[in-house]
């Protein structure tokens, strides 16, 4: 596997977005579509009658349009209004007004009525609510409907007895463009709606992801509170039980108190552990640069990858480090640039940190295979593919990953006011411009004043309250 995540399916639409394609029309949209249809057709045949004297077959045009009119009071009485349509439905009614609308051409001049494009408008939406087996199933049927209808129909004949029938050229060119306009519009449909579909879940899944993170900060200050509430209690028994011990001449008694004094030190320890990488403090509302991009990737640190800071002002040694706002989307997005990173680095990963008076600069490097390149012009977009996902498959089998984590984190960093940009990196210091940085390589920059905190501080003021 390739260093992006690669989502694989079998119909070229995004994993979450072909699961929720279910039940996404509901009943009533569909009979008030239908019924200003029925509307447009009545007002069609009224108007070709009484305007242009057209003889039609009025009683089985009525007929073919009472038929719609009735499903439709169907499923006005019978099903609920909230009702949604399953897929199987949804491909039922689709090809319902295919039907209706094929044989009413078939009663009113075949490809000689204008109004044959409107055939394109049920394959529209089963491009856009279907999978793929039935979309196809939509879309041949639409094709069939107008070839019938384009070979056996009955002509539009006038009050004088004359045909209004276009030359064959002209009908033929009608039927292709209709063809090719069904298989267009199919294919530009589907196409966008599955990258609607993607882009909505992948960034649900960012929203998930940065309310997780401040989930965690919340609950450091929450542990950070209860340490400090335990503290005292704590302490008092850790005391007293000291002062019991020295007292007491009983073996079986003194190894009771002893262990009552070590079970209240291990609760402190775990308390203070607990709390110490999160108290909702106004302190740490900030943080130095470096530290918060050390804890950004803390939780990667003992996973058989060596990180490798360089944490340094890009202008001079007297350039001190800023202080930069200690945000959760910050410390997420670098965290996934970070495991991307260590998920496919060989066993080195740089991360270099530099600082202008104007920008703050931050690069992660890697020794891993790298992108691939063809995925170069397209990482942080979700649910990516690509050819070259099989090619580092052995590296990490059963990795199958959707693209998910790089669209995070470039979402929750360009939400700070970040810009990033990838490539695959070299050492520019080796004599050949190849050495051990020569995998994945991303850059993040900002504009300092976007996320520094240096401005002097006289008092940061009381804590916030804690309420539970």
Same mark, same amino acid.
């Given at each position: ?17 072909t ?25 069609? $045949? ?9 003889? =039609? ?7 073919v ?49 204008? &109004? ?14 279907? %999978? ?11 094709? !069939?409907?107008?070839?019938?209808? /384009?070979?056996?129909?009955?002509? !539009? ?12 050229? &002209? ?19 589907r196409?966008?709606?599955? *990258? ?21 900060? @919340? !609950? ?23 002062? =019991? ?16 004094? *070590?079970?209240a030190? %291990? ?25 918060v991009?050390?804890?950004a990737? *803390? ?10 800071? @360089? ?12 202080? $930069? ?18 998920? &496919?680095? +060989?066993?080195?990963?740089? $991360? ?8 703050? $600069?931050?690069?992660?490097? @890697? ?5 691939p ?15 070259g ?16 984590? =790089? ?24 004599p ?7 995998? +994945? ?10 996320? /520094? ?11 916030e309250?804690?309420?539970?």
């Open positions: 596997m390739t260093q992006t995540d690669i989502s694989h399916t079998a119909d070229d639409a995004p994993i979450f977005a699961a929720l394609r279910s039940n996404w029309v509901r009943l009533r949209t569909q009979v008030l579509l239908r019924w200003v249809a029925i509307l447009g057709q009545l007002v069609a $045949i009224t108007v070709a009658q009484r305007l242009f004297d057209l003889h =039609l077959e009025l009683g089985w045009i009525y007929l349009i009472g038929i719609s009119v009735c499903s439709n009071l169907v499923a006005v009485f019978v099903y609920p209004e909230n009702r949604r349509l399953s897929e199987p439905e949804m491909t039922g009614v689709l090809l319902f007004d295919i039907c209706q609308l094929g044989t009413l051409l078939l009663l009113t001049g075949g490809l000689n009525n204008p &109004f044959a494009l409107f055939v394109l408008a049920p394959v529209t939406i089963s491009a856009t609510v279907l %999978r793929l087996g039935p979309m196809l199933l939509v879309c041949g049927a639409a094709i !069939l409907w107008i070839t019938v209808a /384009a070979r056996w129909h009955i002509p !539009l004949i006038t009050e004088d007895g004359s045909v209004m029938r276009m030359p064959e050229d &002209f009908v033929f060119g009608f039927w292709v463009s209709i063809v090719i306009g069904t298989l267009f519009v199919a294919v530009y449909a196409r966008v709606t599955a *990258e609607m579909s993607a882009m909505g879940d992948a960034l649900a899944a960012t929203q998930m992801a940065l309310a997780r993170e401040q989930k965690l900060t @919340d !609950l450091g200050g929450v542990v950070a509170a209860a340490a400090h509430e335990l503290g005292t209690p704590l302490a008092t028994i850790t005391l007293v039980s000291g002062e =019991l011990a020295e007292d007491l001449e009983d073996p079986d008694h003194l190894a009771d108190v002893r262990l009552i004094r *070590e079970q030190d %291990r609760c402190r320890d775990i308390l203070r552990s607990m709390g110490r990488a999160g108290k909702d403090d106004l302190h740490l509302k900030s943080a130095p640069l470096g530290a991009v050390q804890e990737a *803390e939780p990667h640190q003992g996973r058989g990858r060596a990180l490798n800071f @360089d944490i340094r002002s890009a202008d001079g040694a007297d350039d001190p480090q800023p202080q $930069i706002q200690r945000r959760p989307e910050i410390v997420h997005g670098l965290r996934n640039l970070v495991q991307n990173a260590v998920d &496919f680095a +060989a066993s080195q990963v740089w $991360i270099d940190v530099r600082w202008t008076t104007d920008a703050i $600069i931050l690069r992660i490097a @890697d020794d891993g295979p790298g992108y390149q063809e995925m170069l012009p397209r990482l942080g977009d979700p649910f990516l593919r690509g050819r996902a099989a090619l580092f498959r052995p590296e990490r089998p059963g990795y199958d990953g959707m693209g998910l984590g =790089l669209f995070i984190a470039k979402t929750l960093l360009e939400r700070s006011g970040a810009e990033l940009s990838f490539a695959n990196g070299f050492d520019p210091d080796a050949d411009r190849r050495g051990p940085r020569t995998g +994945a390589l991303v850059e993040v920059v900002w504009r300092r004043d976007r996320i /520094a905190a240096d401005a002097p501080r006289d008092a940061l003021g009381e804590n309250a804690f309420h539970p």
